[in-house]
């Protein structure tokens, strides 16, 4: 930037001073010429670098998303090409399903047969309760024939046995009923968890994307394993966009200024953008869990900048920006408006000369 200014700044000088001769070439021009630049830059930098600051050092980052299959099998099928665009819910592969087709249809056996025991324990006690009920009145009568004399004491002990039996039925019919209602329930969240992992054998793309280097083929055995992904998905939904800026710069800049970049993969093309967030964090502000005291020695790694998270905006809404593309940008804050307009032709020219550059190789 300060290159363009004394290029700009020099040709003036050679139009007043040599072109038109305007003004005489003397000890006092030549002083003058030489401090008007170095006042003039000073100044114009350090408030531009507060109410317009630029970065030379703007990324576009995506989210990458380690695809881990939900159960371990082997691959039958990969019908995705890399490099190549992904819809959300496109099938990335498939394992094969027969070992999880068959958990399924013995689940759902294990649960119909628990269900017939139910059934069976249920209308046993719905037998049984009016036997139960009529047994009683049996040895109810029994009870009193005997007390009276008129009956005999081995039919009132047979109807007591009989009694007992039918209610020992009764109670264990009431215990298999109880032993089916747990089986179901078992069952049920184990014929849940069969279908689970069958719909785990084909694996739908979270999001819009697209997988580079792709290495899985039918015939490999995917594992379940978290530190064995078999793909790398890298979504392009939300991708993010980040300048780094000094942590001097920022005092002004806050969400919703307007902001503009240009990246090497559009060279020349002025991306239209705002301010999403600034991430107030640095590595060398984290202070580590331990009980180890604190490290006071001095630090010799460089200063980390601040990193400002850009949307892009406006008609730009929908340009492509490939992870890890590179750029240069800059930040139009509500202060000393005027400014910006030096700052937006710094840009433009930059972006110029960018493009002049990518033309050149």
């Not at 179901?184 to 849940?192: P, Q």
């Not at 995917?222 to 530190?227: G, V």
């Not at 991708?239 to 800049?253: D, K, S």
């Not at 999403?276 to 010799?300: K, R, V």
């Amino acid at each position: 930037m300060e290159i363009i200014l004394l290029l700009i700044y020099s040709f003036f000088v050679w139009l007043i001073f040599f072109k038109f001769k305007w003004l005489p070439w003397n000890i006092v021009s030549q002083v003058i010429v030489v401090t008007i630049p170095i006042i003039a830059l000073a100044m114009i930098i350090l408030f531009m670098n507060i109410v317009a600051p630029s970065s030379s050092d703007v990324r576009a980052q995506n989210y990458v998303i380690p695809i881990v299959p939900r159960v371990t099998g082997q691959v039958t099928e990969v019908p995705i090409e890399p490099n190549r665009p992904i819809k959300k819910g496109d099938v990335l592969f498939k394992i094969d399903p027969v070992p999880f087709e068959a958990a399924v249809n013995a689940a759902e056996a294990t649960l119909r047969g628990a269900k017939d025991q139910l059934n069976n324990a249920t209308n046993k006690k719905a037998a049984l309760t009016p036997r139960i009920d009529l047994a009683k009145k049996r040895v109810e009568q029994f009870t009193q024939l005997s007390a009276t004399g008129a009956g005999r004491r081995a039919d009132l002990e047979q109807a007591q046995s009989d009694l007992g039996n039918l209610e020992s039925e009764f109670l264990a019919a009431d215990a298999t009923e109880s032993q089916a209602k747990a089986q179901i329930s078992k069952s049920e969240a184990d014929l849940i968890n069969a279908k689970f992992d069958l719909d785990g054998t084909t694996y739908l793309a979270p999001a819009n994307g697209r997988v580079a280097n792709l290495a899985l083929r039918p015939g490999v055995r995917a594992s379940q394993l978290i530190f064995q992904p078999v793909m790398s998905f890298i979504e392009e939904d939300d991708p993010w966009v980040l300048a780094f800026f000094r942590q001097n710069e920022l005092r002004y800049v806050e969400p919703g200024n307007e902001a503009e970049i240009f990246m090497e993969v559009y060279p020349g093309r002025i991306i239209k953008c705002k301010v999403d967030s600034i991430l107030w964090a640095t590595a060398q502000g984290q202070m580590p869990i331990s009980g180890n005291l604190p490290n006071t020695q001095e630090i010799a790694a460089p200063e980390q900048r601040i990193a400002v998270r850009l949307l892009v905006d406006g008609k730009d809404k929908g340009v492509f920006l490939a992870a890890g593309a590179r750029g240069h940008g800059a930040i139009y804050t509500e202060h000393v408006k005027f400014l910006h307009i030096i700052r937006k032709v710094f840009v433009r020219v930059s972006a110029k000369l960018d493009w002049f550059v990518a033309k050149l190789h």
